[in-house]
């Protein structure tokens, strides 16, 4: 598809619709919307605009697709897989200033939200109702870019990604047209599943301008523990075991050393430097979570455990947690001169203890300083590699190591990308892990988005 330039009539006409302070063709502007928080090189867009409510957004979109304008939505720029790079340039859309909380339903446990709410903004005020919204990716994320990447966290493995945390969204397709799907009831059978397809698409099939999620209870009691291993195979094989026996963790976290010493050189926690599994229960009562622990304790302790630390205090695990949260900042912060590149896979628990082995393996193989951890409980795996800023020789290592570990987290049946969507750096395994049903996804973009003119340049090959 050949789209077209923003040009002076283009800019004036959107700057009608919007007003003249939310919409700019500043070089700033343009600078602080052309790179996310990957190695991707930034391409900058020619223009920026802030709608405030759907009727500016379907106007936008109306417009754009006529004139074969690209427009590429924007939350925070917290991505790591260059999603909403604007690799055609053309038109950012940024959703900062719709950021409304529209309203919360305590008794039906849902809020509906606009797309740039940032989802620890809306969980701060939910606290005091006694209710939170699950997904935790860690960033200052968007309700509307966790959307679009399907978002997990830490707690992914109790209470499901965003897609399992939604109700119902209202979508501004690519002509402008507004379509609401799902509904308020907390199940449904009716129709096809048209939200399961919206979330997770990047923003390549419409945009999302309200969403209604579903909200929690915030537990009356939780308790955490710590297990160190001689090896990270033995932690792995412990999350298996974990998993099998039917206890129920809120997060279950596996921290190679490498991990634990930055985080005691960061925040003075004093663990021990050895494989680590990071394990919290929630619950309504003590008895209860103690029984989980207690059974946790022994399957640690029959997989190789060293030690197994439980009862910490709330400001210990607190501090832990925010360790780990800031984990990739902490890591590019103590490699100064290089940049980071994160790997992302998710396979099936049993596969998880073979598919570690392999990452450490690779990292100690490429002489890059790496860092393994992840989100074991739900088999997703991080491998960060630091390589030095343009050095050529090492994003070659790098995109080797990366290949590897995709290609066999899709063999064992697994995927390329737990959490952090495919945009443009897994573009490229997409045909390996889906074969023929990739040209089904080419022909539903297709029928929502005929002129390609959404994000394009991602997902698909």
């Not at 919206?198 to 099939?205: A, P």
């Not at 009356?220 to 990270?232: C, K």
């Not at 099936?348 to 082995?357: F, N």
């Not at 050095?391 to 063999?411: C, E, M, P, T």
Request: net charge negative; charged share 20%; proline share 4%.
């Amino acid at each position: 598809m050949k789209f077209k330039s923003v040009g002076r009539k283009d800019a004036e006409h959107l700057e009608s619709i919007v007003g003249p302070d939310r919409f700019s063709m500043g070089q700033s502007n343009l600078e602080l919307h052309s790179k996310d928080q990957s190695y991707h090189p930034a391409v900058l867009p020619e223009a920026v605009i802030w709608p405030v409510n759907r009727t500016e957004v379907s106007e936008i979109l109306r417009y754009a697709n006529e004139q074969l304008v690209p427009v590429t939505g924007w939350g925070s720029g917290t991505s790591v897989e260059g999603n909403p790079i604007p690799v055609q340039r053309g038109l950012v859309l940024d959703f900062s200033m719709m950021n409304r909380i529209v309203e919360i339903r305590d008794a039906d446990f849902q809020a509906d939200v606009e797309p740039g709410v940032v989802y620890q903004d809306l969980n701060e005020k939910l606290r005091h109702r006694g209710l939170f919204f699950a997904p935790d990716p860690g960033a200052r994320a968007t309700i509307g870019g966790m959307l679009a990447n399907n978002a997990s966290g830490i707690r992914t493995v109790r209470y499901g990604s965003t897609r399992a945390n939604t109700l119902r969204l209202t979508v501004v397709l690519a002509s402008g047209e507004i379509i609401d799907m799902g509904s308020r009831s907390s199940k449904t059978s009716s129709g096809y599943d048209l939200i399961n397809l919206f979330i997770g698409s990047e923003g390549t099939l419409g945009l999302v301008v309200q969403a209604t999620v579903r909200l929690k209870g915030l537990c009356e009691e939780i308790s955490a523990a710590i297990a160190t291993f001689s090896d990270v195979e033995a932690a792995a094989g412990a999350v298996f075991e974990i998993k099998r026996s039917g206890i129920d963790p809120a997060s279950l976290e596996l921290l190679a050393q490498e991990c634990v010493a930055l985080m005691n050189k960061e925040r003075g926690l004093g663990l021990a430097v050895l494989p680590t599994l990071f394990i919290e229960f929630h619950g309504a009562g003590k008895n209860q979570l103690q029984e989980s622990v207690d059974m946790a304790r022994e399957i640690c302790q029959s997989c190789g455990c060293d030690h197994f630390m439980s009862g910490i205090e709330r400001p210990a695990r607190d501090n832990i947690l925010r360790a780990r949260y800031e984990m990739a900042e902490t890591i590019m912060r103590n490699h100064p001169g290089c940049s980071h590149t994160v790997i992302d896979v998710a396979v099936p628990v049993s596969a998880y203890p073979e598919l570690i082995s392999l990452a450490r393996e690779e990292a100690l193989k490429s002489g890059i300083p790496g860092y393994v951890f992840g989100h074991a409980g739900d088999g997703n795996l991080h491998l960060i590699l630091m390589g030095k800023t343009l050095d050529h020789a090492q994003r070659a290592i790098i995109d080797n190591v990366s290949n590897r570990l995709v290609i066999k987290a899709i063999q064992v049946g697994g995927t390329s990308t737990g959490e952090h969507g495919t945009g443009i750096g897994k573009r490229k395994f997409m045909e390996t892990e889906h074969g023929a049903s990739l040209e089904w996804m080419k022909k539903i973009k297709t029928l929502f988005d005929p002129n390609g003119i959404l994000n394009p340049g991602k997902i698909l090959p």
